[in-house]
């Protein structure tokens, strides 16, 4: 496994208790980072310096003490990761405004204000890594194909997750533009089909739609992220970085 220069860094996951959070975190700590990682449930720590935090992570109140105590245990927060997130299958037509709400909740204002907590201490230190979790389906309108086969609608739609993840896409670029003055980059990495317990049902037909032929595999998605938050990548801002075995190309 290729060590990143991530020694002694203090990298904040949020989601941290899921696929891609896990993944991300054994990832970094690997590489010498300290990991705090928060998520609804109180995460599982992996080896090395870990804190670990249960929190909504659409509350700003909770949000805001899961940063201060991220601080009072570290010192320090040089790298923010947003992976919290919950997905949404159907039709566009079968979509509640319940469940818009929630999905939004989660996976947009979610990482807004995680993003938004971490900005004045990165700022007063002069230097700080946000990597938020984007997905190709907030480039791609969505990966079935009704047209065909109406059914994959059904089994793979999923246009509330889609739209929140094109916001957070959006999110990144703004606050790229904002804080780059400050030694802080700001980078989304946006996965396609992750193999997962939630992909389970993904429709093989789409499967052979991936012109590398599988799914991803969490780890594939760890290291495009660690690698974003080394010194190495301090001059790219502003990137929504594919990780999708060219499922989708821009």
């Given at each position: 496994?290729?060590?990143?220069?991530?020694?002694?860094?203090?990298?904040?996951?949020?989601?941290?208790?899921?696929?891609?959070?896990?993944?991300?975190?054994?990832?970094?700590?690997?590489?010498?980072?300290?990991?705090?990682?928060?998520?609804?449930?109180?995460?599982?720590?992996?080896?090395?310096?870990?804190?670990?935090?249960?929190?909504?992570?659409?509350?700003?109140?909770?949000?805001?003490?899961?940063?201060?105590?991220?601080?009072?245990?570290?010192?320090?927060?040089?790298?923010?990761?947003?992976?919290?997130?919950?997905?949404?299958?159907?039709?566009?037509?079968?979509?509640?405004?319940?469940?818009?709400?929630?999905?939004?909740?989660?996976?947009?204002?979610?990482?807004?204000?995680?993003?938004?907590?971490?900005?004045?201490?990165?700022?007063?230190?002069?230097?700080?890594?946000?990597?938020?979790?984007?997905?190709?389906?907030?480039?791609?309108?969505?990966?079935?194909?009704?047209?065909?086969?109406?059914?994959e609608q059904e089994?793979?739609g999923n246009a509330?997750?889609?739209?929140?993840?094109?916001?957070?896409?959006?999110?990144?670029?703004?606050?790229?533009?904002?804080?780059?003055?400050?030694?802080?980059?700001?980078?989304?990495?946006?996965?396609?089909?992750?193999?997962?317990?939630?992909?389970?049902?993904?429709?093989?037909?789409?499967?052979?739609?991936?012109?590398?032929?599988?799914?991803?595999?969490?780890?594939?998605?760890?290291?495009?992220?660690?690698?974003?938050?080394?010194?190495?990548?301090?001059?790219?801002?502003?990137?929504?970085?594919?990780?999708?075995?060219?499922?989708?190309?821009?």
């Amino acid at each position: 496994m290729t060590r990143f220069g991530l020694d002694g860094l203090v990298a904040l996951i949020t989601g941290g208790g899921g696929m891609i959070g896990q993944a991300v975190a054994r990832r970094m700590a690997a590489g010498g980072a300290r990991m705090a990682l928060a998520d609804m449930a109180e995460p599982g720590p992996v080896e090395g310096d870990c804190r670990t935090y249960a929190a909504d992570l659409a509350d700003i109140t909770q949000v805001r003490e899961v940063i201060a105590r991220t601080l009072a245990d570290f010192g320090r927060i040089d790298c923010l990761v947003t992976a919290a997130g919950v997905t949404s299958l159907g039709s566009f037509e079968s979509i509640t405004p319940e469940e818009w709400d929630r999905v939004h909740a989660i996976n947009l204002r979610g990482v807004f204000l995680a993003n938004q907590a971490v900005i004045a201490p990165m700022r007063a230190q002069s230097s700080g890594r946000i990597v938020n979790i984007g997905s190709v389906l907030a480039k791609n309108g969505g990966n079935p194909r009704p047209w065909i086969d109406p059914g994959e609608q059904e089994r793979a739609g999923n246009a509330a997750y889609g739209t929140a993840k094109a916001g957070v896409h959006a999110l990144t670029l703004y606050l790229a533009k904002e804080l780059a003055a400050h030694g802080i980059t700001v980078n989304a990495v946006a996965p396609g089909p992750i193999a997962s317990p939630m992909t389970t049902s993904f429709p093989e037909a789409l499967v052979r739609q991936i012109p590398a032929g599988r799914m991803g595999q969490p780890d594939e998605v760890a290291s495009a992220v660690a690698w974003l938050c080394t010194p190495e990548a301090a001059f790219v801002t502003g990137e929504i970085i594919d990780v999708n075995g060219g499922l989708w190309m821009d």
